[in-house]
């Protein structure tokens, strides 16, 4: 876990996709910590908002934050 672990990690949600992004290419961040940081929250207020029918945590992104986290790196711009 990277320098965002614990009470950090919970704040990762709040940030833009330009800053997750740039903390990823600096290697500060995992996209697999962001992913986890996203899917904590939505489990702690999804039973008060109720606005997901279904959440896919098993998706490419999610299953093979390895590959995410290389893309990123290579500095492919798709944000």
């Known amino acids: 876990m990277g320098k965002w672990a614990g009470e950090k990690e919970m704040k990762l949600n709040e940030l833009t996709a330009y800053e997750i992004s740039k903390l990823?290419?600096?290697?500060?961040?995992?996209?697999?910590?962001?992913t986890r940081s996203v899917f904590e929250?939505?489990?702690?207020v999804e039973k008060k908002i109720g606005s997901f029918i279904t959440l896919m945590k098993e998706t490419k992104g999610a299953a093979n934050p390895q590959l995410v986290n290389k893309l990123f790196k290579k500095k492919i711009d798709f944000l």
Do not use: A, Q, T
């Open 24 to 34: 990823i290419r600096k290697g500060e961040v995992s996209s697999e910590e962001v």
């Open 41 to 44: 929250r939505i489990e702690k």
